[in-house]
């Protein structure tokens, strides 16, 4: 099926035949006519099956007769979870348009750069948007902008945006927006938080669900390793020196492990750079291009880079720290064998996190066994865990007497 007989001008099949898309993806041909009918739509998309392509390119579509709105005003408002998520859908937007019959104006907005520059730009309105919630919020309290004229709402990653708590700024988007427009939600996973989101938001939705085979291509290999959780970082630099001169992302759970492992790394000559909330968005967006370019060859980054992170030709992929949601594991991971070219992922299992990793392995039904390398075996055993033949402490955990001692107490 071409992108054409999907409703879409021929003008972007050339753009996408220029830009290597041999046909639509599940998700595409799916959401595109559902968005070009005017309907509402609720998809479960997991990253890398095409989702962006898959409500930008008929929003696009549906601009083409518009004109440019007025000063502050927004037709089309994407809102996404993290900074880098913007800057790459607002890349998408550029893309799919460069042969776009008129002038388009795309804006990302986000924080951690200068306020005053996005409120300049916004004097002559926007056509289409990509903002954090945050920054969003911020530049409609200086009146840089209104969205009283919003006639598509897109929700991108909407999962990831009620776990990073958007869930209050979000319900102050929705009341700002005016109640005829058409809205897209588009999320890896459906949490019980998003049902009152979803029932707020849409209206007699097309709903689409990508089966789950899509979620993890067969060319990527997971490696889950048994390793105390000493020895991680010593276990990291022998992965780095088996694969001499390949790129690695490794993912940790807080920026000060990030900075930790990477001072750890540099030490032993690493070329390392790290990837967090606290970095200026500058520096990030420099980091993430000199990675991209291959300047850089580990890059140790907390979860902010598990979704909208696009790097082509990754090999190697490393969870340094698990992941909180088992949802997450996925996104991880799914930075690698990207394209149909091959990957692996190296998941590091301390002996307090095995119920973790279990619980990962059944909500996402994965067929992997832990494996043990030489040098590395565990040498410590769970502290949730009695040892062989001790028995639980007594006492630690209160009996319903006790309970009912110090309820009558009270």
């Not at 209206?203 to 290999?221: G, M, T, Y």
Request: with cysteine; hydrophobic share 40%; glycine share 6%.
């Amino acid at each position: 099926m071409s992108f054409s007989a999907l409703g879409l001008s021929g003008f972007f099949q050339h753009t996408l035949d220029e830009l290597g898309y041999t046909a639509p993806t599940k998700v595409q041909e799916q959401a595109i006519p559902a968005v070009l009918e005017g309907r509402d739509v609720l998809a479960a998309a997991e990253t890398g099956s095409g989702k962006t392509a898959a409500f930008v390119l008929p929003l696009l579509e549906k601009l083409r007769d518009h004109t440019r709105p007025h000063s502050h005003q927004v037709t089309a408002l994407i809102l996404v979870p993290t900074r880098e998520l913007a800057v790459q859908v607002k890349q998408a937007v550029q893309e799919y348009s460069l042969d776009y019959p008129r002038r388009l104006k795309t804006l990302a907005v986000y924080g951690g750069v200068s306020i005053n520059t996005q409120m300049q730009a916004m004097l002559a309105g926007c056509d289409v948007m990509v903002a954090t919630p945050g920054r969003l919020l911020d530049l409609i309290e200086k009146n840089a902008i209104r969205l009283d004229q919003v006639e598509y709402l897109v929700l991108d990653e909407a999962d990831r945006m009620l776990d990073l708590g958007f869930a209050d700024e979000l319900e102050r988007i929705m009341n700002l927006l005016p109640a005829q427009r058409q809205n897209l939600l588009f999320s890896a996973t459906f949490p019980q938080e998003l049902d009152v989101l979803i029932d707020r938001l849409l209206f007699n939705p097309v709903c689409i669900e990508i089966e789950r085979q899509n979620k993890l291509p067969d060319s990527l290999i997971q490696r889950p390793i048994e390793v105390d959780k000493a020895q991680r970082t010593t276990l990291l630099r022998y992965l780095l020196a088996e694969n001499r001169g390949a790129q690695f992302l490794v993912f940790v759970a807080s920026k000060r492990t990030a900075e930790n492992v990477a001072d750890k790394l540099y030490k032993y000559d690493f070329n390392v750079d790290t990837l967090h909330g606290d970095k200026p968005q500058t520096e990030r967006n420099a980091t993430l291009a000199a990675f991209k370019a291959g300047k850089i060859r580990v890059l140790v980054a907390t979860d902010l880079a598990a979704r909208g992170l696009d790097i082509p030709l990754l090999p190697f992929v490393v969870n340094y720290d698990l992941p909180r949601s088992p949802a997450d594991y996925v996104h991880r991971i799914g930075r690698t064998a990207r394209a149909g070219e091959a990957g692996t992922a190296f998941t590091f299992v301390d002996p307090d996190n095995d119920a973790h990793f279990k619980l990962i392995v059944k909500r996402n039904q994965l067929n992997v066994s832990l494996e043990q390398i030489a040098g590395f075996e565990r040498t410590t055993i769970s502290e949730s865990t009695p040892a062989k033949g001790q028995l639980p402490v007594k006492g630690k955990r209160k009996s319903k007497k006790d309970k009912l001692r110090e309820a009558a107490a009270r």
